[in-house]
């Protein structure tokens, strides 16, 4: 079973989460250690059954009406809200954004740079942000800019796909382009093609000593 902790020690590891003689609502909401819900109770009737189970009661949702505390071991509960953050880190990393950004009298070579420069991004993993700036009385011709825009993302369909319609932001318009996930990789595709001319040789063997 869980040691013990004294309230004072959890506290200074955590002091914005309350725990235990700490609880000071009125009533709180109590779930145990396995997510069932025990009702609603006094904090002195749930700091009861915590010390029954020789686990700690730990405020996880102060803002709700009653606030919920949940029975678990407080060392427990600190590594899970650990876990969830470097998770959450994680997730926000492997989101990246990368921008491109395009005039609407970009010529078709810096265009064609910049599709390249996309490809890449998208190719990575990456979303890419294609933003076209305005810049003076170009604003008033905004559909020829979303016809840049669909344009680029068309030559870019074989690697993504278009969020949403462009937007204006400002003086820019702006569309989101995201990779396609069940695209194989370029290093799966290379391994696949080269896998071919093997399988057939080795088809090619098996036929003939079949027919031997």
Not at 40 to 47: G, I, K, Q, R
Not at 114 to 141: C, D, M, N, T, Y
Not at 201 to 207: M, V, Y
């Amino acid at each position: 079973m869980a040691k013990r902790r004294s309230s004072r020690r959890s506290t200074s590891r955590a002091p914005r989460v309350r725990i235990n003689e700490r609880i000071r609502a009125p009533k709180i909401r109590v779930v145990d250690e396995s997510g069932k819900q025990l009702g609603v109770m006094t904090p002195s009737e749930a700091l009861r059954l915590a010390r029954e189970r020789d686990l700690d009661l730990v405020e996880v949702a102060p803002k709700a009406d009653p606030p919920v505390c949940r029975l678990i071991d407080y060392g427990k509960y600190q590594y899970e809200q650990t876990k969830r953050q470097r998770q959450a880190r994680k997730a926000q990393k492997q989101v990246e954004i990368k921008e491109v950004r395009l005039r609407p009298k970009t010529s078709e070579h810096d265009t064609e740079v910049r599709v390249r420069q996309a490809r890449k991004f998208l190719e990575s993993g990456a979303k890419v942000k294609v933003r076209l700036r305005f810049r003076g009385r170009e604003i008033q011709h905004a559909d020829v800019a979303r016809k840049i825009m669909e344009d680029f993302a068309v030559r870019l369909a074989d690697v993504g796909e278009v969020e949403g319609r462009p937007n204006m932001e400002g003086r820019s318009l702006l569309m989101i382009i995201a990779p396609i996930s069940n695209r194989p990789s370029s290093k799966q595709a290379s391994s696949k093609s080269s896998q071919r001319p093997q399988e057939k040789a080795e088809k090619k063997a098996s036929d003939a000593d079949k027919s031997g």
